[in-house]
């Protein structure tokens, strides 16, 4: 087993370390592959980063506890996810060039050739912040794994994702973060499929698994028992409070750059179609293999930690080389995710907080092992779960960046007062919902977001009048 997985991590170090090889030594080449990406890598690069630790450990570990119940993650977040790309990627993706930005918080503050200064810098700053708790929860996840199969304290595992992460991410930005994430994507892919297999041939099928699901108290319920309004309506509004967790992927800095970096703007149908196949197939089967542990591990080991499921079952189950395949892709997914929470916090600070960026590309990649460097601590001192983690990540991004996009590429145009105020209002929302703990009711990036979209339309909408009312004075003083 430890073999097999190390093989694995050699294999995902020499695809990192080889783009190194048509690297060019740029700003522009170490954070935007040189806007050269084609359809396929920047399909299979933004799924593999999507759906991270996250999935094979968070998620996994959510769905053994509740059930049927959270499918509604992979409805709401796939259609969100799907409705807003629609008519955001394309206009994200000119803007990147025509605006000659190298970053995410870069184009925000430059949408219509404005300069927000504050805009720019504020929104660094709450980058730095939230990607640095995700990318800490994403190194945790694959010590956790390590962990339940082969009992390497979490420090361990933490230390060795940072090293590969620094190795690679020095090599060749986040031309080599892609590169890896396709080989990931693949494994990762490869790896639920066997759980899945093993899995149902364990509970001898299909029929006699649902047969055992039933017997579960509410775990075939479609809703959950418990919602913050009671009744259908109340359960509605779950539904669509994960589909604001879709919506939320606009503001996810690591992930929406793939699609900046597309080589052509006509060829965003081809990447969604990379995208969207592999992220629902691999989405359906962690569910399934989540609902699957339930029932071949129930007590979990004794570990009393339901997010060390997939790693457990995997041991219980499998070879031991196939095992060490699964616990690749477990550890692949959380590297996946994690090196590009790394370049968009580095890019933050070497390019967003400085005015007109860091020129040198030696302190550019130095700031990238200084942030792998701090992510790694964040990690070490780490209690909470990495879906908890991922959780507040993911809606503070999306509540703090997705309304200021949507409101650009619709046309609006906010004053950087407002568009400051968006940003922090949607987020200060999200966070107060979930020290509320009204999040497991309704997710908290549905308020969020809403919040950045209705300060937005109030301000616009008292501007509006009191422009209207400065026209009517005159009209009532007998003027012109």
């Given at each position: 087993m430890i073999a097999s997985?190390?093989?694995?991590?050699?294999?995902?170090l020499v695809v990192g370390l080889l783009s190194a090889r048509v690297?060019?030594?740029?700003?522009?080449?170490?954070?935007?592959?040189?806007l050269g990406l084609k359809p396929w890598l920047v399909g299979l690069s933004a799924m593999a980063t999507n759906l991270s630790g996250y999935m094979f450990i968070g998620l996994i570990g959510f769905t053994h506890e509740v059930g049927l119940s959270s499918i509604w993650l992979m409805f709401g977040w796939i259609i969100g996810d799907l409705l807003v790309s629609l008519f955001i990627h394309r206009p994200l993706r000119e803007q990147t060039e025509s605006q000659k930005q190298l970053s995410y918080a870069g184009v925000l503050a430059n949408w219509h050739g404005q300069d927000y200064w504050y805009v720019q810098k504020i929104a660094a700053l709450l980058?730095?912040?939230?990607?640095?708790?995700?990318?800490?929860?994403?190194?945790?996840?694959?010590?956790?794994?390590?962990?339940a199969l082969l009992e390497w304290p979490l420090e361990i595992g933490v230390i060795v994702s940072a090293i590969m992460i620094a190795l690679y991410c020095w090599a060749g930005g986040i031309r080599a973060s892609v590169w890896t994430d396709a080989a990931q994507a693949i494994v990762m892919v490869i790896a639920m499929t066997i759980m899945l297999w093993i899995g149902f041939d364990n509970q001898g099928g299909l029929t006699n698994a649902m047969h055992k699901w039933r017997e579960i108290d509410g775990y075939m319920a479609w809703f959950p028992k418990e919602t913050l309004i009671p009744g259908a309506f109340g359960a509605t509004v779950f539904a669509i409070g994960w589909f604001f967790g879709g919506i939320s992927i606009i503001g996810q800095p690591h992930i929406m750059i793939r699609f900046m970096m597309l080589d052509n703007v006509t060829h965003f149908i081809r990447a969604r179609v990379w995208y969207y196949t592999w992220y629902t197939v691999f989405y359906a089967l962690a569910v399934a293999v989540g609902m699957l542990s339930r029932l071949i591990m129930p007590d979990m080991g004794g570990f009393n930690d339901a997010e060390l499921a997939l790693p457990l079952i995997a041991q219980e189950l499998l070879p031991p080389v196939l095992a060490g395949v699964v616990l690749a892709g477990l550890f692949a997914a959380t590297m996946s995710t994690a090196d590009s929470?790394?370049?968009?916090?580095?890019?933050a600070i070497t390019q967003d907080l400085k005015d007109?960026?860091?020129?040198?590309?030696?302190?550019?990649?130095?700031?990238?092992?200084?942030?792998?460097l701090a992510a790694l601590l964040f990690a070490l001192h780490g209690s909470e779960s990495v879906f908890a983690v991922v959780m507040f990540a993911w809606s503070g991004l999306g509540s703090s960046f997705a309304p200021l996009l949507i409101v650009y590429v619709l046309g609006g145009r906010p004053t950087q007062a407002m568009a400051v105020t968006m940003m922090c209002g949607g987020l200060s929302v999200a966070i107060l919902w979930r020290?509320?703990?009204?999040?497991?009711?309704?997710?908290e990036g549905l308020p969020g977001i809403l919040t950045g979209l209705l300060i937005f339309a109030a301000w616009a909408g008292g501007k509006h009048l009191l422009h209207l009312a400065e026209r009517e004075k005159p009209a009532k003083n007998g003027s012109r």
């Open positions: 997985f190390i093989f694995f991590l050699v294999v995902f690297r060019k030594n740029t700003r522009k080449d170490y954070y935007l592959a040189g980058l730095i912040f939230l990607l640095m708790s995700y990318a800490s929860a994403q190194m945790l996840a694959g010590s956790k794994a390590l962990l929470l790394v370049l968009s916090a580095s890019s007109k960026g860091i020129q040198d590309m030696r302190y550019v990649k130095g700031t990238t092992i200084i942030v792998t020290y509320l703990e009204w999040q497991n009711h309704i997710y």
